[in-house]
C-alpha cells in the first residue's frame, strides 16, 4: 500500500534528540530558542514564537491581536476545523467566505459583502500550501484597519511575489503567520507550530502566554545568580514546545530546501503524466510559488469521490477527501457562524481528492500511483 504521506526522518533526527537528553533540559529552554531565530532567518521575520501547535498559534495569534468575545472573524469554512476553532477559544465569531474554485483560496471578492462593524480580522489560509492573495487582501484589510492572520499551517517554504521580490510566507505579510510542524506537514517536530509577528509586543505577549504568562522565562531564572520570583500578571497557557521537539526541528528546517526541490519535481511528473486524464488541478497563480504539501486533483464532474478512492485503494494506493468544511460539522450549527453561500467550499470538498505524495516516493510507486488513476478515468 501506497501512503497518502511519510515523513521524511533519519539518524540525523535521532542524533539531534541526544543534545537536549544529554544536557538535562529537555522542555522548552535554548533548543527552542535556537529553533525560533533560525526559522525567523528562514522566512525573513523579524520575531518567531515556537508552541506546541498550530492550533494554539493560532489561538495566541487572535488574542495578542486583541480580537475577543462578541468580535468577527472573516476566514473560509474550507479549512481543517482547527481554523474555525481558534476563532471560536477567544470567544469571537467565523464569518466564512466562500473560496476560489482554482486554488480553494478565500476570494478575495467575498470580502466587501462579510465585513461588519463587529469585524475585527480576517484570518486567511494558505490551503494545502498555495499562497492566497494576500496582494489584494491586505491593502483591503488596512484600509478598514482590520488585523490579518496567516493560516500558514501547511505553507512552510511556499512564496509569494511581493512588491517585485519573491519572499517566503512567514514574513509575515500581514500581521502574524501561523505555522505548523504535525508528520503531515513539510517540516515536522513530532507536532508543533511556530508565530511569525510584525509586533515585537505582541510577539513578548505570546512568549508569555504559552508559558502560563509568567513574568520572567525559566531560562532567565535557571541562569541567575541571583533569586527570582516570578508573578502572574494574567491568564495563561500551556502552550510551550520542547527542546527535544526543537532539536528535531532544526535538523529538519536545514532539510527543507532539499524537500521543496524534490517536491516541485514529483509535482511536474505528476501534472505530465497524468496530462491526457481529465482531471483538473490546483492552480498556482504567476505571483505564487507553493511548497505541494498535498497534490489536490478535481474529479470529472459527476465522478463520485468516494468510488474513486475505493478503487484507488484497491489498486493498493491512499487518497484523502478533499478539504473539511468546517460549517458542515455538527460542531458549527447554523447560528454559529456568519457568511454567504459556501458553494464553492462544498463542491472541493465534495470534487477533490488528495493524492500520496511525500519525499521519498519512488519512481516506481509515482508511476504505479498513476497507472491506477488512469485506470479509474471515464
Not at 533519519?10 to 527552542?32: F, N
Not at 528535531?248 to 511528473?269: A, N, S
Not at 456568519?338 to 516506481?364: N, Y
Request: glycine share 8%; hydrophobic share 40%; with cysteine.
Amino acid at each position: 500500500m501506497i501512503p497518502i504521506y511519510r515523513p521524511w526522518l533519519g539518524e540525523e533526527e535521532a542524533e539531534a534528540t541526544q543534545r537536549p537528553i544529554r544536557s538535562g533540559w529537555i522542555t522548552q529552554g535554548p533548543e527552542v530558542a535556537a529553533f525560533e531565530a533560525e526559522f525567523a532567518d528562514f522566512v525573513g521575520a523579524a520575531q518567531a514564537v515556537a508552541v506546541a501547535n498550530c492550533t494554539v498559534a493560532l489561538q495566541l495569534a487572535l488574542i495578542v491581536a486583541g480580537v475577543s468575545r462578541g468580535d468577527e472573524v472573516i476566514t473560509v469554512s474550507h479549512s481543517y476545523i482547527a481554523t474555525a476553532n481558534s476563532i471560536r477559544y477567544v470567544g469571537a465569531t467565523p464569518v466564512f467566505a466562500d473560496i476560489e474554485p482554482d486554488t480553494f483560496n478565500l476570494d478575495p471578492d467575498q470580502l466587501d459583502g462579510l465585513v461588519s462593524p463587529l469585524t475585527q480580522a480576517v484570518l486567511v489560509v494558505h490551503q494545502i500550501g498555495m499562497p492566497c492573495d494576500l496582494g489584494r487582501i491586505v491593502p483591503w484589510a488596512r484600509q478598514r484597519g482590520l488585523v490579518v492572520i496567516e493560516d500558514a499551517a501547511c505553507a512552510v517554504g511556499s512564496e509569494i511575489c511581493w512588491h517585485g521580490h519573491w519572499e517566503k510566507l512567514g514574513k509575515p505579510h500581514g500581521d502574524i503567520a501561523c505555522f505548523s510542524f504535525h508528520p503531515r506537514k513539510l517540516l515536522t517536530t513530532g507536532d508543533g507550530g511556530m508565530l511569525t509577528l510584525v509586533n515585537p509586543d505582541w510577539a513578548d505577549r505570546a512568549r508569555r502566554l504559552r508559558q502560563h504568562a509568567m513574568s520572567v522565562p525559566d531560562t532567565v531564572r535557571h541562569s541567575s545568580a541571583q533569586v527570582i520570583q516570578e508573578s502572574y500578571p494574567e491568564v495563561g497557557y500551556n502552550f510551550r514546545l520542547t527542546d527535544i521537539q526543537a532539536a528535531v526541528g532544526r535538523v529538519q528546517l536545514e532539510r527543507l530546501p532539499r524537500l521543496l526541490q524534490r517536491r516541485q519535481l514529483q509535482v511536474e511528473w505528476y501534472r505530465e503524466r497524468l496530462a491526457g486524464t481529465p482531471l483538473s488541478w490546483q492552480r498556482q497563480p504567476p505571483w505564487a510559488r507553493s511548497n505541494w504539501q498535498s497534490l489536490a486533483v478535481r474529479l470529472p464532474q459527476g465522478q463520485s469521490q468516494q468510488d474513486w478512492m475505493q478503487r484507488l485503494l484497491d489498486g493498493g494506493v491512499s487518497s484523502r477527501r478533499g478539504i473539511m468544511c468546517a460549517h458542515r460539522e455538527a460542531a458549527y450549527p447554523p447560528g454559529s457562524w456568519r457568511g454567504a453561500s459556501l458553494l464553492e467550499s462544498e463542491r472541493a470538498q465534495d470534487e477533490v481528492i488528495l493524492l500520496p505524495l511525500f519525499h521519498d516516493l519512488s519512481q516506481d510507486q509515482m508511476e504505479k500511483v498513476a497507472e491506477a488513476i488512469i485506470s479509474c478515468c471515464p
